[in-house]
């Protein structure tokens, strides 16, 4: 899936890929040879989904943000923090309906993007500084809220639609057929989109990719989705959270790769003087960008209540840098115009896989900060080495 | 044995998947005017990157023997110690800085932690009159034009102790009155022993200034001619287009019909000194199958006329009326200029026409994304078809490029040009603003880009194009508006028009404009 979303399937998309592999394999030697298990344990893998999904679904929202220019979103992290508040009282305080209640908290999500989005897209403030604002401004008000104090627990209602498995945990045994079919099946649609999609070029007599390339491309990816649900379908099923991410990932990076508001966005991070003489409305794409970011914040904010099972008000402190790292390790310039949601979501996966491992070994939580710290800036170092390379001929 | 200031042998030059340069040789000989020339693409900026150490020893193959020592040099500074100066295609000065900070960039006075401002000041100065430029050091880059823009990169170059300079197309974007008063100062400094490179499309002023000129074709230097051995326009052309351009212009029967288009009393004020009027109460029509011309010097408010009718993307306060057919319409942003079928192609092609890291495919697209959208869907890009679009204007256009995925930052300037040509073809206008079309566009493909209009208007549309080659505007359009100081000062037809009525119409306007403030005051 996640070669299928890439952009254009270059050079750096792959290289990032290569990235997560060898640091895959470096933490399962040495989780190995500390003897501590397995990096690819069944309930590792289970977990390293779990405990990431809030930083890729917020790691896609960010990709749109710097690709219209290199602009970040700092208040992300406060906009969990006030969404999981307000879930909170109304969910475990007032005992309002849980579908109602998360109606309420998405649309407060865009209430928040469009504030941020009005200055920032029409009014023309810079967005450091307009999210910086939005950042304490929006933790303040979590903490009114809270008064202070964590909201808990949750109904069981509310966990199952963000912590449960498929198929249901007392259903023991079903849980490897399951998860393996639901590979099948994806496995199917992707081999008869590609045949369709080859058929209708050939009959169009447009270029095609070698049979042989495809088919390799093909077999890789099939085998990864199995592998995967295997490892998956041994621990506990399909946690319904991948489901989720899975939604969201294939709509944005549908959104990106193939859709004509989503060309806009590279049009105007790569030149927004050239984009507007081009007719397109770069407020109205700034706009969206930081509404959509907080929308995307607010489901976020929703998984980790149900993950926490609770809201605290110091729930979502930094997630604003995991989700701005992740779009840089995954390969997303600087200066915008560049990026894929693909390379977002591996460079989420390296962090968590950096968290993952590095917690099984036992190294302490600052030590993890610091080696985070030089993954970011290897990432982008090597990004601005490789374009140079390439300048050069 | 001549006198060699520089001897480059059998350079190569490889980028992913084009042979830029392929054994090409040159030789300089001291205190000569040396000029390239060649088609779009042939490698002409490259051979000179080289040379300048913009792609450093080890990027390419070949030897650089510069005044008999061989050279390897790893970036711009070792060439500059040696004394070697390019100035890019694309100008390369800070706007917010002032001429005399551009001009001591990276070479400041005084000692590394204290800048000794008066220095700098005072050596711009004497290095501006140099150049004879009537400015002031301190003056901000962006308030100058083009033209005086380009006499601060020479200063820049001189202040540099420059022994080899290197202008890689001086004059694409000056009117001939500054384009000779540069050549002039070439010519001046020749006197004085300075060695030049000079890279132009201008082939008159190849004849006009050059000693020797080499020819590239393909990545290959194929043929050198020396003014002893004599040459002119007409030689140089040849050897360079490999047959005989007889005409300049193609011919054109003009199906003229009614008026489609009709601005009246248009006035726009600068977006940024609210109080500058640019465009002063223009009226003009532009009809079926014309090809309308805008004459004026730089400055004249021609671009800002264009820029301002194309859904007010340039200045403020802006008046008047527009009529499509016979109905006003309001067109307030580029997207419903596109949606009325007009188009302005800029002038500017880096700054507000390419996504430069982007491929040509999604260049030539942009601006009309719809029609390149899945048929039943309504955002969903077809990949297929629009790389089939891009390959149609890929040779409509004769861009000359590795393929569809090329970087438009990785073209040669000429066939950036062609690729911005070819995204605004794309989007089918019924009304198209060409701004400077042929800029940096070599003297074959000119030809190919005028037969282009031609037939563009032939199909019974419209092209209003703005030009500072005079020749260029006698040549191809039915009637030119000259426009002065953001007011139209005349109008001429095709057979009325030579370049000293338009010169005379500029010159009366501004008189009459200095009798009126006169009176005034
Ligand atoms: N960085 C690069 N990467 C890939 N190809 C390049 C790069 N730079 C130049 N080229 C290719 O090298 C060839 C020569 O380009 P060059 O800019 O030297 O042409 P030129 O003679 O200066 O043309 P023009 O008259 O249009 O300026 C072109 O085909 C161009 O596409
Ligand atoms: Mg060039």
């Known amino acids: 899936m996640i070669a299928k979303i890439e952009r254009k399937s270059n050079f750096k998309g792959n290289a990032i890929l290569l990235a997560l592999v060898s640091v895959m394999l470096l933490f399962e030697v040495m989780i190995r ?6 990096l690819f344990a069944p309930a590792n893998i289970s977990n390293l989904i779990n405990q990431n999904a809030y930083v890729v679904i917020m790691a896609v929202g960010m990709l749109l943000c710097i690709l219209t220019g290199g602009n970040i979103d700092l208040s992300v ?4 923090c006030l969404v999981g508040a307000v879930a909170g009282v109304l969910i475990v305080n007032h005992g309002m309906n849980i579908y109602l209640a998360i109606v309420i908290c998405l649309l407060l999500g865009i209430l928040l993007g469009a504030w941020q989005g009005y200055w920032i ?15 304490l401004l929006f933790r303040g008000l979590a903490n009114v809220i809270l008064n202070g104090l964590t909201i808990s627990p949750f109904p069981d209602n509310y966990l199952r639609l963000f912590t449960s498995y498929i198929p249901a ?9 399951v998860s393996l079919s639901v590979a099948a099946v994806i496995c199917v649609l992707y081999v008869v989109s590609e045949a369709i999609s080859r058929r209708d070029k050939i009959r169009k007599g447009y270029a095609t990719e070698s049979l042989a390339a495809l088919i390799t491309k093909v077999v890789l990816i099939c085998a990864f989705a199995i592998a995967f649900a295997t490892l998956l379908g041994l621990h506990k099923g399909l946690p319904i959270v991948l489901v989720w991410l899975a939604v969201i990932i294939f709509i944005y990076g549908y959104f990106t790769s193939r859709t004509v508001p989503g060309r806009y966005f590279y049009a105007m991070g790569g030149n927004e003087k050239a984009a507007i003489l081009s007719g397109i409305d770069t407020n109205k794409v700034l706009f969206f960008a930081y509404t959509n970011m907080a929308f995307l914040s607010a489901i976020a904010a929703l998984v980790c209540c149900a993950r926490f099972n609770s809201a605290t008000p110091s729930a979502g402190t930094s997630y604003e840098m995991d989700a701005i790292g992740s779009c840089f390790i995954g390969g997303a310039s600087a200066y915008g115009g560049s990026g894929t949601v693909g390379g977002a979501i591996i460079g989420a996966l390296l962090m968590g896989v950096l968290n993952n491992g590095m917690s099984i070994l036992g190294i302490d939580a600052n030590w993890q900060k610091a080696v985070k710290g030089l993954v970011l800036l290897a990432a982008v170092i090597f990004d601005v080495l490789s374009k140079k390379r390439r300048k050069n001929g | 044995m001549d006198d060699l200031i520089l001897e480059m042998k059998n350079i190569t030059k490889t980028f992913p998947g084009v042979k830029a340069l392929d054994d090409v040789s040159l030789r300089v000989k001291r205190g000569e005017i040396h000029a390239i020339c060649g088609e779009n693409g042939a490698g002409k900026s490259t051979l000179m990157k080289v040379l300048s150490g913009v792609y450093p020893f080890g990027t390419y193959e070949g030897q650089i023997v510069y005044n008999g020592r061989n050279c390897e040099f790893q970036s711009i500074r070792d060439s500059e110690k040696a004394g070697i100066v390019i100035i890019h295609q694309e100008l390369a000065l800070v706007p917010l800085l002032s001429i005399g900070e551009n001009m001591f960039l990276g070479n400041e006075q005084g000692t590394k932690f204290n800048i000794d401002w008066n220095e700098t000041y005072g050596k711009a100065d004497q290095y501006l009159k140099l150049v004879g430029l009537n400015e002031s050091s301190h003056t901000l880059i962006k308030d100058i034009g083009v033209g005086k823009q380009q006499l601060v990169e020479i200063a820049k170059a001189l202040a540099k102790d420059v022994r080899l300079l290197i202008l890689d197309e001086p004059t694409a974007s000056l009117n001939e009155d500054d384009s000779r008063h540069l050549l002039d100062l070439l010519l001046e400094f020749k006197k004085k022993g300075m060695t030049s490179i000079i890279i132009s499309h201008k082939i008159n002023e190849i004849a006009y200034c050059a000693d020797t000129v080499t020819i590239l074709r393909d990545g290959a230097s194929i043929k050198e001619m020396s003014r002893d051995e ?9 050897a360079m287009v490999g047959r005989d351009v007889a005409h300049r212009f193609p011919s054109r029967t003009p199906k003229i019909g009614p008026v489609v288009f009709e601005v009246k009393d248009w006035t726009v004020y600068h977006p940024t000194y609210h109080d500058k009027i ?8 532009l009809r079926k199958g014309e090809i309308l011309g805008i004459s004026g010097l730089m400055g004249a408010g021609r671009t800002e006329l264009a820029m301002s009718l194309f859904g007010r993307s340039y200045g403020t306060d802006i008046s008047g009326h527009t009529f499509i057919n016979g109905k006003e319409v309001v067109l307030k942003t580029p997207k419903e200029a596109i949606e009325n079928k007009i188009s302005y192609m800029t002038e500017d092609r880096k700054g507000n026409g390419l996504i430069l890291p982007e491929p040509i495919t999604t260049n030539t697209t942009l601006s009309s994304l719809y029609k390149i959208v899945k048929s039943g869907r309504r955002i969903t890009i077809d990949r297929d078809l629009e790389i089939e679009q891009t390959k149609k204007y890929i040779a409509e256009t004769g861009t000359k490029c590795s393929s569809h995925e090329q970087v438009v930052g990785n073209l040669s300037g000429g066939n950036q040009q062609k690729v911005l040509l070819g995204k605004w073809l794309f989007a089918e206008p019924d009304i198209l603003f060409l701004d400077e079309p042929t800029r940096g566009i070599d003297v074959g493909a000119k030809y190919e880009i005028y037969c282009l209009m031609n037939s563009i208007v032939d199909s019974g549309k419209s092209i209003v194009m703005i030009s500072s080659e005079m020749p260029e505007l006698l040549g191809m ?7 002065s100081e953001g007011r139209i000062a005349g109008e001429l037809t095709q057979e009325e028009a030579t370049q000293e009525k338009i010169l005379t119409m500029i010159l009366n306007s501004e008189k009459g404009r200095v009798k009126l403030h006169d009176s005034k005051d």
């Open chain 1, 33 to 38: 040879i500390a003897g501590k298990g397995s």
């Open chain 1, 77 to 80: 992290g406060s906009i969990v």
């Open chain 1, 121 to 135: 897209a029409y009014v023309r403030i810079p967005p450091f500084i307009v999210t910086l604002a939005g950042m």
């Open chain 1, 169 to 177: 945990a007392d259903n023991d045994g079903a849980q490897l057929a």
């Open chain 2, 230 to 238: 004599g040459f002119d326009e007409k030689t140089i052309v040849n």
């Open chain 2, 278 to 285: 640019v465009c002063d109460h223009v009226s003009l029509t």
């Open chain 2, 477 to 483: 359009c039915d009637r030119i508006y000259v426009m």
